[in-house]
């Protein structure tokens, strides 16, 4: 890189000042991580913006870690967000606001400057595409108290909500690693409330209609979406697509199995919709399809999600379980894809991306997607919340 360029990013980027880090400790920043080194400091020239920021503490030798924990922060142009390492409670702390402004001064005068490694350009372009849609306004309200998202913080959700093989494979990989086990952080942690995500209901309980509207509206979520956005995101679509990203995010990179399951109501909501798409919200739906694109192309990217030494003693959480045809996500994108084979007018982009997302995951994990009506596609396992809710009727077909 040039010069100028350097000098420039030095200048105007946001920079991680992190003190008293012990060596191996695992430092991670949107899709990179770094291994601490004896003089690790920080990291630098970040562009200003979102971003999502995680650790994991090391043993002495760096052969076992500690679980993950994360926060998002939006940065401003030359910001120096400052932490310092607290060796009782094995985590990053905020330090005192005067001692950060005398911290953040010693940065711009280039005191650091040796300790502080640089952030990946060249990997800027995956994490927008990761985080477009996450604003200040959507970490605000979905971030946990005090900003920290751990999977410690969650392990009342192992026990009772897995339903499909996928889950239960998850929530194993959680429960059976050193992410499970009694820790003085667990015992701290275990009492604090996770994030604030948007409540998505499973199925649709409502009196005063037959049966066959109750089985109708159960099997198209559009009206589900429609009141959603206009309870919980005040119509504003683009706000649904910020979580559905922050949630993958807290998921992929903080490990969490909260996030995991945001995302999958989200997720199960929109492919779930068979009038929305075509009538009433195409944008949104080309924008979500477009998302869920980038999030499983770059979840698929084993080698490039984790650095090695993370990926060895970390649960790899999109295992096979993820590529078996049995998965949520198979049966409900080969229903979608179905619904948008046969309907009579489709937005073009939206055919587009639905295309791509069709051949990405043929082509990436070998799932077939046989041209059938949604009805003859619909196929849930035994247990799977996400099922439709049927009302047998009285008179013979």
Same mark, same amino acid.
């Given at each position: #890189?040039?010069?100028?360029?350097?000098?420039?990013?030095?200048?105007?980027?946001?920079?991680?000042?992190?003190?008293?880090?012990?060596? +191996?400790?695992?430092?991670g920043i949107d899709? &990179?991580? $770094?291994? !601490?080194?004896?003089?690790?400091?920080?990291?630098?020239?970040?562009?200003?913006?979102?971003? =999502?920021? =995680?650790?994991?503490?090391?043993?002495?030798?760096?052969?076992?870690?500690?679980?993950?924990?994360?926060?998002?922060?939006? /940065?401003?142009?030359?910001?120096?967000?400052?932490?310092?390492?607290?060796?009782?409670?094995?985590?990053?702390?905020?330090? !005192?606001?005067?001692?950060?402004?005398?911290y953040a001064q010693?940065?711009? *005068? #280039?005191?650091?400057?040796?300790?502080?490694?640089?952030?990946?350009?060249s990997d800027y372009?995956?994490?927008?595409?990761?985080?477009?849609?996450?604003?200040?306004?959507?970490?605000?309200?979905?971030?946990?108290?005090?900003?920290?998202?751990?999977?410690?913080?969650?392990?009342?959700?192992?026990?009772?909500?897995?339903?499909?093989?996928?889950?239960?494979?998850?929530?194993?990989?959680?429960?059976?690693?050193? $992410?499970?086990?009694?820790?003085?952080?667990?015992?701290?942690?275990?009492?604090?409330?996770?994030?604030?995500?948007?409540?998505?209901?499973?199925?649709?309980?409502?009196?005063?209609?037959?049966? !066959?509207?109750?089985?109708?509206?159960?099997?198209?979520?559009? &009206?589900?979406?429609?009141?959603?956005? /206009?309870?919980?995101?005040?119509?504003?679509?683009?706000?649904?697509?910020?979580?559905? &990203? =922050?949630?993958?995010?807290?998921?992929?990179?903080?490990?969490?199995?909260?996030?995991?399951?945001?995302?999958?109501?989200?997720?199960?909501?929109?492919?779930?919709?068979?009038?929305?798409? +075509?009538? /009433?919200?195409?944008?949104? $739906?080309?924008?979500?399809?477009? *998302?869920?694109?980038?999030?499983?192309?770059?979840?698929?990217?084993?080698?490039?999600?984790?650095?090695?030494?993370?990926?060895?003693?970390?649960?790899?959480?999109?295992?096979?379980?993820?590529?078996?045809?049995?998965?949520?996500?198979?049966?409900?994108?080969?229903?979608? =894809?179905?619904?948008?084979?046969?309907?009579?007018?489709?937005?073009?982009?939206?055919? /587009?991306?639905?295309?791509?997302?069709?051949?990405?995951?043929?082509?990436?994990?070998?799932?077939? +997607?046989?041209?059938?009506?949604?009805?003859?596609?619909?196929?849930?396992?035994?247990?799977?919340?996400?099922?439709?809710?049927?009302?047998?009727?009285?008179?013979?077909?």
């Amino acid at each position: #890189m040039e010069a100028e360029k350097v000098a420039e990013l030095v200048k105007h980027g946001s920079t991680l000042l992190f003190l008293d880090v012990p060596q +191996f400790t695992l430092i991670g920043i949107d899709t &990179q991580v $770094f291994s !601490a080194g004896p003089v690790f400091k920080g990291i630098k020239m970040i562009p200003p913006g979102v971003h =999502f920021v =995680f650790y994991s503490a090391s043993n002495r030798d760096g052969k076992e870690f500690s679980p993950v924990i994360g926060f998002f922060t939006d /940065t401003s142009p030359s910001e120096v967000v400052v932490r310092k390492w607290d060796p009782q409670e094995e985590r990053l702390v905020k330090v !005192a606001e005067e001692e950060e402004e005398r911290y953040a001064q010693a940065v711009k *005068c #280039m005191e650091f400057d040796r300790h502080i490694g640089p952030y990946s350009l060249s990997d800027y372009g995956d994490w927008k595409r990761l985080s477009n849609y996450i604003t200040k306004d959507v970490i605000d309200q979905i971030e946990p108290i005090g900003g920290e998202i751990t999977v410690e913080s969650e392990s009342s959700l192992l026990g009772v909500v897995p339903k499909t093989k996928m889950e239960k494979a998850l929530a194993e990989q959680l429960e059976n690693s050193k $992410f499970h086990k009694e820790s003085g952080i667990s015992e701290k942690k275990g009492c604090q409330k996770g994030c604030y995500y948007t409540p998505i209901p499973r199925v649709v309980k409502q009196k005063g209609i037959s049966g !066959a509207e109750l089985t109708s509206l159960n099997l198209d979520k559009t &009206q589900i979406l429609e009141r959603i956005l /206009t309870k919980d995101y005040d119509g504003v679509e683009d706000r649904l697509l910020g979580e559905l &990203q =922050f949630s993958f995010i807290a998921f992929l990179m903080g490990q969490s199995l909260e996030g995991f399951l945001q995302w999958k109501s989200l997720v199960s909501l929109l492919l779930g919709c068979t009038e929305a798409p +075509f009538h /009433t919200r195409s944008q949104l $739906f080309t924008k979500f399809i477009k *998302c869920i694109y980038y999030q499983l192309k770059y979840g698929f990217q084993r080698e490039n999600t984790r650095t090695s030494g993370l990926e060895k003693e970390s649960p790899l959480l999109l295992d096979d379980s993820w590529f078996s045809a049995d998965s949520f996500l198979h049966h409900l994108c080969k229903d979608f =894809f179905s619904l948008v084979s046969e309907a009579s007018v489709v937005d073009g982009d939206l055919l /587009t991306w639905t295309r791509k997302l069709r051949e990405m995951l043929e082509n990436t994990l070998g799932w077939e +997607f046989q041209h059938q009506s949604a009805a003859d596609g619909l196929h849930f396992e035994e247990g799977d919340e996400y099922a439709p809710v049927v009302e047998m009727l009285d008179e013979p077909m």
